[in-house]
């Protein structure tokens, strides 16, 4: 008996000759390798369909194309090799390719002084395109980091002192008299505000780069300083307030002092980022943005 062919109905013709910017899968789980670590990933994978009488792609053919994606570090050179076989297997059909990846890296990060350290996940997504304008990749990284608001930190030393001009009019302290004053909350009766804050950045990387992940993280709290902790002990929760106060920021401080870093990289084909301080004052954010043009 002769086996029956398996039909293919993507193979027939289209009753609406359109041509789709884009056609393909969303939310595909999809192990990769990235700053040395298996990490599980949501894939969006697809292509143009140019050739508007064909009813439709072969979306098998993508699918079975991102295996190549597990096997080494996720790289501008992997994802260009991946979107090289998506374009392959549909010649005549398709002119472009994209392809997305979205997971959260988990980092151990060390706390500030004691030994101790711990992990920190920050949510990613790496985009990669090849279209008639060349092969392009970009990486989406999102930090939390603490600021301090200097208008609050001001506002609250002023009320100190006038604390201390209520509390001593006209005296001579001695010096033990003074440490305990600083030391008692009927003193420092007021506190700045801080607030959990947000950075993230969207950078270009050239062609056959390595994901810079660990890189850019690395980057990016060196540059704000008050990068959020894991393990702390009550050492580094101290270390933690001293290098708030000594480190306050508005979110034009955050953005121009990671525009400036991210400027300096010549690994960078450009950049855009956008820092969030959700003020704990008030019922909204704070936010500023900053790009700086993609080198040519």
């Not at 010549?266 to 855009?272: A, K, P, S, T």
């Amino acid at each position: 008996m002769n086996a029956l062919s398996l039909p293919d109905i993507a193979a027939q013709t289209s009753t609406f000759e359109l041509p789709l910017d884009w056609v393909g899968m969303c939310g595909i789980a999809q192990p990769v390798v990235l700053a040395g670590q298996r990490i599980a990933t949501q894939v969006d994978a697809g292509v143009s369909l140019d050739d508007a009488s064909a009813r439709g792609i072969h979306m098998s053919r993508l699918y079975l194309a991102l295996e190549e994606l597990e096997r080494e570090e996720l790289s501008g050179a992997l994802l260009r090799r991946a979107l090289a076989r998506f374009l392959d297997s549909h010649q005549g059909l398709s002119a472009s390719a994209s392809l997305s990846v979205r997971g959260e890296a988990l980092l151990q990060r060390p706390a500030l002084v004691s030994p101790l350290a711990g992990w920190k996940a920050y949510p990613f997504e790496v985009r990669a395109r090849q279209d008639r304008w060349g092969f392009h990749v970009e990486l989406q990284l999102q930090l939390a980091y603490s600021s301090t608001c200097p208008c609050s930190a001001a506002l609250a030393r002023q009320l100190i002192q006038q604390r201390f001009a209520e509390d001593f009019p006209d005296q001579h302290l001695p010096r033990e008299q003074v440490l305990a004053w600083l030391g008692n909350s009927q003193g420092i009766v007021a506190t700045p505000h801080s607030q959990r804050s947000t950075a993230t950045f969207w950078v270009r990387l050239g062609a056959r780069e390595t994901i810079p992940l660990l890189r850019l993280v690395d980057l990016a709290e060196q540059s704000l300083g008050t990068a959020v902790q894991t393990a702390v002990k009550r050492s580094d929760e101290q270390a933690f307030a001293l290098a708030n106060g000594q480190n306050l920021m508005f979110c034009e401080d955050a953005a121009r002092r990671l525009g400036s870093a991210l400027q300096k990289q010549d690994w960078l084909e450009g950049f855009r980022l956008r820092v969030v301080h959700a003020e704990s004052p008030h019922a909204h954010d704070a936010v500023a943005e900053y790009a700086w043009r993609y080198r040519t």
